[in-house]
């Protein structure tokens, strides 16, 4: 998930905007509802690369097994939700990110709460962008401040967001999942 610079790094705002991933351009839009199969197949693989590791093969199988009906839709769909994705020039799903803007308690400010880059394209400036585009529908919403949850244990995930100027968030306890403890990060929102 994690992603390093590498040249040039697309503004994001609205519409879409292509970027260059090596030989490939990409472009950023709103998912829909046809690219969620694309979606779910792009978020598994990078969530079985991701924990490749971390957890043994046979508990990263069933997860991603578990995973694979994860509500893509809802978040296309729901007015406090928004899904955008990175399409290669073949109309490949790059990555997807989506931000929520209402969440129980605690969790009480505009997360980024998923985002998905496929293995291929880590280091390259997709996450980047897809951050981006989600901080920036954060922002037009009117918020000033973003927060996202991570893997304590994932090096690279907690180095690429720090980079992008995330803070560990000194308001919520970390959290924890079935296998992991989740720390929050927070940033401000430029507007």
Not at 9 to 20: D, R
Not at 158 to 173: A, C, H, M, Q, T
Request: hydrophobic fraction near 40%; glycine fraction near 10%.
């Amino acid at each position: 998930m994690g992603c390093q610079s590498g040249g040039r790094v697309p503004q994001v705002g609205k519409g879409s905007l292509s970027g260059i991933i090596g030989e490939v351009s990409f472009e950023l839009r709103m998912a829909r509802e046809s690219d969620i199969a694309a979606i779910g197949e792009c978020y598994l693989r990078s969530w079985r690369s991701a924990y490749d590791g971390y957890l043994p093969p046979d508990v990263v199988a069933g997860e991603a097994e578990k995973r694979r009906g994860f509500a893509w839709a809802r978040g296309i769909e729901a007015d406090a939700s928004a899904v955008f994705v990175a399409i290669d020039d073949k109309d490949s799903v790059l990555g997807v990110v989506q931000a929520d803007e209402e969440l129980p308690p605690p969790r009480d400010r505009p997360e980024i709460t998923m985002l998905y880059v496929e293995p291929a394209a880590w280091g390259t400036d997709v996450a980047r962008a897809l951050l981006e585009a989600g901080l920036r529908w954060i922002a037009e919403r009117g918020h000033h401040d973003a927060r996202l949850r991570v893997v304590e244990a994932h090096g690279r995930a907690r180095r690429f967001y720090e980079r992008e100027g995330w803070r560990v968030d000194p308001d919520l306890e970390p959290a924890q999942n079935d296998f992991f403890r989740l720390i929050y990060y927070y940033r401000l929102v430029d507007h």
